[in-house]
């Protein structure tokens, strides 16, 4: 089965601080991908990227960048948290390409709560 | 840009009862595919079922089918014979070349 782990369920942090969340797959997926997912909006696309050093700009890139030294990990910053980042964030993996490989799988997510 | 619509913001069945769970969405591609995914509370998100746009037979999982309207852009989920399990957020989802959108979600709960 495919694992996508996070560093951590539950974060609290103040505002100003960088915040680092850490994403890992374990099945050797090419995409990965940082959503932040609100009550009322669904899922929102952060970053995603396609291959190790890779990273393109979702809907809501502001206020986050990435960083994917390892094809396994993929890693979402806040350099400089604000209230408004409170919220629940979901890392994802899928494979390369088209038909049912565009099945992506979560991560258990991780409920930051910036103070 | 594709859109996903989830217009049932919270719906609730009696366990052994059937739930349809509506989702349109907006696009003028031809090939896409569609999913219906699982949240449970405090739990990970994962795939009950996905529908490939280009098969007009609707897709089904033990319990769960969806009616696959290609046409009128409509994707509802069925839940037959609900049990307190399926209580979870449910999200729909449309993707294309890699680029997966979601839906605003739709909390069902499953009442004993």
């Known amino acids: 089965d495919v694992k996508v782990t996070q560093s951590s369920r539950y974060l609290v942090k103040r505002t100003g601080e960088k915040v680092f969340l850490e994403c890992v797959q374990d099945m050797d997926h090419e995409n990965m991908f940082w959503y932040r997912q609100d009550p009322g909006l669904g899922l929102r696309l952060i970053y995603f990227s396609y291959d190790v050093k890779m990273k393109e700009k979702g809907d809501i890139p502001e206020g986050y960048s990435v960083s994917r030294e390892k094809k396994e990990r993929f890693s979402l910053i806040l350099e400089s948290a604000s209230t408004n980042q409170t919220s629940m964030y979901l890392c994802?993996?899928?494979?390369?390409?088209?038909?049912?490989?565009?099945?992506?799988?979560f991560g258990p997510g991780t409920r930051l709560t910036v103070l | 840009a594709q859109t996903v619509t989830q217009s049932q913001p919270e719906m609730s069945v009696q366990e052994a009862e059937t739930v349809t769970l509506s989702c349109t969405y907006d696009t003028s591609e031809n090939n896409y595919y569609l999913f219906w995914y699982k949240q449970p509370p405090s739990r990970q998100m994962i795939l009950v079922i996905r529908?490939?746009?280009?098969?007009?037979q609707n897709a089904t999982e033990n319990r769960f089918s969806v009616n696959f309207q290609k046409a009128a852009k409509s994707f509802s989920l069925k839940i037959s014979d609900s049990q307190l399990g399926d209580t979870a957020m449910y999200f729909c989802a449309f993707s294309l070349n890699n680029d997966m959108r979601f839906g605003a979600g739709t909390r069902l709960t499953v009442k004993p």
């Open positions: 994802a993996s899928s494979l390369m390409g088209r038909g049912h490989y565009n099945e992506q799988f």
């Open positions: 529908q490939e746009a280009y098969k007009q």
